[in-house]
């Protein structure tokens, strides 16, 4: 299912399904899809000769796409009632969940999973960005944009395969891994799951097929392999951290080695963490370490991960946050580089099932905020919960100045927010609200 053949993606502008997409792009087939939404992804996708819906109108399916050659893309995320996925049931296609490509498509590699609640996409993306300067021969399927490239997916060959093992839907049990690191394991996905037990009990079915190494973050027990840490001597860990303009100075200390006065310049000390764990996984295969502390250095980050912005004299930070340890990391992110200005945050709550989970998380974390703005609950794939909205999360939260505001106002919040720093966080559509603003008046200021 490698070359010459006709694809059909149905949710292409994901990030996931897109990487595939380019992927499959790359080695010459044909390659269509669906997606609801008109991304920047999608007009990505649209310039590299791959043609998108975003109608739900069967007509629109050229007739070389409709024989039962073409092999059919699917999203957990769509609904099955979505009418491209009932055509190509009825038409007798072969189908498969976007997971269960990935494990087909990585299986005859080397393969590094990186899964965890949080910072699996940063430390992929920064495993990706080592691997790239060593030269080595790989293919990476991110879940972010990764900045200096300008992609999800990135091919040098097909010796190793880095991807994301992703909890959600337990997708990343198609895989079966060389190599699997854990980067955290928090209560989330309780939709999928139902309770905290049942998520920790598909992380161990996940390490029980890593047919090699298990790399961790020494926070969470119970593990076998080689863990790491910031400030706590594990097999790999940083030590002597200083904080400097652009993001930290430290030693690194690995198994029967040191490596002096490294730099990494992104900020906030989970992405330090995130760094950390990912040369522990390139130095453990044996990559030129000279090159790695090199690529540690000059790492530019992923889209919407701690992207810091200046409006006029405000500082602004966008980042994919939508959980509350990730908000958390965020703030104390804020605090570590700016010390004592005030923090404003718009937070876009990501999912009912999540809100209602996590309300109480939710509203004590974002009550560390000197000034809290919140839009409404972004649905995704969820039909609304009665009794949960974002009203109700504002009513717990103990702060002076909150408000709900609508996102086609969130612009003109931005500019009227009192704080010195605004913080703009959630994982829905809060990032395309604010893009015009971005390119607008904006200045890079790292």
Do not use: W
């Amino acid at each position: 299912m490698n070359s010459n053949n006709k694809y059909f993606f149905i949710g292409i502008g994901g990030i996931g399904m897109s990487s595939i997409a380019r992927y499959y792009n790359n080695l010459g087939n044909k390659i269509m899809g669906y997606d609801r939404v008109k991304s920047d992804i999608v007009e990505m996708l649209s310039k590299e000769g791959i043609k998108v819906f975003n109608n739900t109108d069967i007509s629109l399916i050229p007739d070389n796409f409709r024989s039962q050659d073409v092999i059919v893309i699917y999203t957990s995320a769509i609904s099955h009632n979505n009418l491209y996925l009932k055509y190509f049931i009825s038409n007798n296609n072969k189908i498969f969940k976007r997971s269960e490509i990935l494990g087909k498509i990585t299986e005859n590699t080397f393969c590094i999973a990186v899964a965890g609640t949080h910072g699996k996409t940063t430390t992929s993306a920064i495993l990706t960005h080592l691997f790239y300067k060593c030269e080595e021969s790989f293919q990476s399927f991110l879940g972010g944009i990764l900045k200096g490239y300008e992609t999800n997916f990135i091919s040098t060959g097909s010796k190793y395969s880095i991807v994301e093992a992703d909890e959600y839907d337990r997708s990343f049990l198609q895989l079966k891994p060389q190599i699997g690191m854990i980067t955290s394991i928090e209560k989330d996905h309780l939709d999928i799951y139902g309770d905290f037990k049942s998520l920790k009990e598909a992380f161990n079915l996940f390490t029980n097929n890593i047919s090699g190494t298990i790399f961790y973050s020494s926070e969470i027990e119970g593990l076998e392999g080689l863990s790491y840490s910031i400030n706590s001597k594990t097999d790999y860990y940083a030590r002597n951290i200083s904080v400097e303009e652009n993001g930290y100075r430290f030693d690194l200390i690995a198994p029967n080695n040191e490596y002096i006065n490294i730099e990494f310049n992104q900020i906030g000390s989970h992405n330090l963490l995130n760094a950390v764990g990912a040369f522990s996984i390139a130095h453990y295969l044996g990559l030129d370490e000279n090159k790695l502390i090199e690529a540690l250095a000059d790492f530019k980050g992923v889209n919407r991960r701690m992207d810091v912005f200046r409006l006029g004299n405000k500082i602004v930070i966008d980042d994919y946050a939508h959980h509350p340890s990730e908000i958390n990391a965020v703030l104390n992110s804020i605090k570590d580089k700016y010390k004592d200005l005030e923090v404003g945050v718009i937070f876009q709550p990501h999912l009912f099932s999540r809100t209602k989970d996590l309300l109480d998380d939710f509203a004590k974390v974002l009550s560390k905020f000197d000034e809290v703005y919140l839009l409404d609950i972004y649905p995704a794939r969820e039909e609304p919960i009665e009794g949960i909205n974002s009203n109700v999360l504002l009513e717990k939260i103990i702060c002076k100045k909150k408000d709900i505001i609508k996102i086609e106002s969130i612009n003109q919040k931005i500019e009227s927010i009192e704080s010195d720093i605004i913080a703009v966080l959630g994982a829905g559509n809060v990032a395309n609200s604010i893009q015009d603003l971005k390119k607008k008046y904006y200045e890079k200021s790292i």
